[in-house]
């Protein structure tokens, strides 16, 4: 019996075994990542206390959680009306956050909103492992497993790490997106579709997703043409497979919604018309931009959007020069650009670029160069500004 013939009713025990393992390597970066949300909590819980307000009803019951939590309880088809002719409808939303607020209603005595808090909470770890898990994979040969328990922390530690927390669908859709694109540097092409669907029926970004596999699968499949024979039939169709299945999500939900609306292939796009969203390659934010300079003490606030923009493409031509896999340069570009170049909502665009964490892998092997007496403070004084930031942020009347 060759290596590759394994008895089946081997497999499971040493897929365990690997999955044991994994856990025990990405334990550090867990128990980090457990310790940064914890404190990020208890901050916030302090803070609305002392402004009257329930820090649990900002997590659960404020802006986009509330339309998932009537998605789950009441299904499609609700929307508000605008003085100004506006339609928000919550065709918007994709559903996987809600099937599963949906679903865990019904096995528990948890309400839709408890629900939501839940499922993000465990998907916010769900996405730290898998931080961990492709940055440990690219570059734990040489830095061991620093680099990647330094990407956690700092992902954790985002300025907007608080809506990791929220009953949100960004930690939802970084854990399929994190494991999506590890499964894709390891070459399990079916589960990288899989999980790349998934990541399609949560957010309209999980394009960034499939465009990551696809990319990869094309790019493998144009060096098994010029001659460098990789892979054997089997792993070839698998490959293919995995391509067919990647776009499937967002597809299915985005014809869904023009069969439902009557407006075809282009429906969804009506309906985020309605909420006054598109793309338009970053007009209306540069407008929004330069508007803040036009008097003070805004102006402070446009230059900290410069800086922040001018930094975030920094780091994105840093992870190009260190030579980052194409799937995860393919999977940050396209978040990046759906992010900056989005129309409207502007003071949600933090958060739209948290799933862009690849980004972060420069600052993370910076860190992780440096001795640990160095390190820990640094990181401490990111976490702390990160707890007090969150907690200002949330209290504040606009939308996270």
């Known amino acids: 019996m060759t290596e590759l013939e394994v008895p089946t009713t081997a497999r499971a025990p040493r897929a365990a075994a690997a999955g044991s393992a994994s856990l025990r390597r990405a334990a550090p970066a867990l128990l980090g990542y457990a310790a940064v949300r914890i404190l990020c909590l208890l901050t916030l819980a302090v803070w609305s206390a002392a402004r009257g307000k329930s820090a649990y009803t900002l997590l659960t019951a404020r802006w986009d959680a509330l339309w998932y939590t009537r998605v789950a309880e009441l299904g499609y088809g609700y929307e508000v009306r605008l003085p100004n002719g506006d339609v928000h409808s919550n065709l918007a939303f994709f559903p996987l ?16 909103a408890d629900a939501g808090f839940v499922v993000s909470l465990l998907a916010s770890l769900a996405a730290a492992w898998g931080i961990f898990a492709v940055a440990d994979h690219v570059y734990g040969g040489r830095y061991g497993r620093g ?14 790490g608080i809506v990791q927390s929220m009953a949100y669908s960004e930690s939802l859709f970084t854990a399929l997106a994190a494991w999506s694109l590890y499964a ?17 029926l949560t957010r309209p970004v999980g394009l960034a997703v499939v465009a990551a596999v696809w990319v990869t699968g ?31 999500g967002t597809a299915g939900y985005v014809l869904w919604v023009g ?13 985020q018309a309605g909420w006054r969203n598109g793309f338009d390659g970053g007009y209306a934010f540069a407008r929004f931009v330069a508007d803040k300079f036009t008097a003070f003490p805004s102006a402070l606030a446009g230059l900290g959007l410069v800086v922040g923009v001018a930094l975030l493409i920094r780091l994105y031509v840093v992870c190009v020069r260190q030579g980052q896999p194409v799937p995860l340069l393919v999977y940050t570009g396209v978040v990046l650009a759906l992010a900056l170049c989005a129309s409207s909502y502007f003071g949600s665009k933090p958060r739209l670029l948290m799933p862009a964490f690849p980004v972060l892998f420069p600052l993370a092997l910076a860190l992780a160069r440096l001795r640990t007496r160095t390190s820990a403070p640094v990181v401490g004084a ?19």
């Open 97 to 112: 956050l809600p099937w599963l607020e949906r679903l865990l209603h019904a096995v528990t005595p948890l309400s839709y």
């Open 147 to 160: 680099a990647g328990v330094c990407a956690v922390l700092l992902w954790a530690a985002l300025p907007v």
């Open 184 to 200: 894709v540097l390891t070459g399990r092409w079916v589960t990288a579709g899989l999980l790349a669907s998934a990541a399609g």
């Open 218 to 248: 094309v790019l493998a499949f144009a060096r098994e043409r010029g001659g460098a024979r990789t892979g054997a039939r089997a792993g070839r169709a698998r490959r293919a497979l995995g391509l067919v299945l990647a776009p499937l």
């Open 259 to 271: 069969r439902r609306t009557g407006g075809g292939v282009f429906g969804y796009l009506d309906v």
């Open 382 to 400: 990111v976490v702390a500004v990160a707890a007090a930031y969150g907690a200002w942020w949330l209290n504040g009347s606009g939308p996270p």
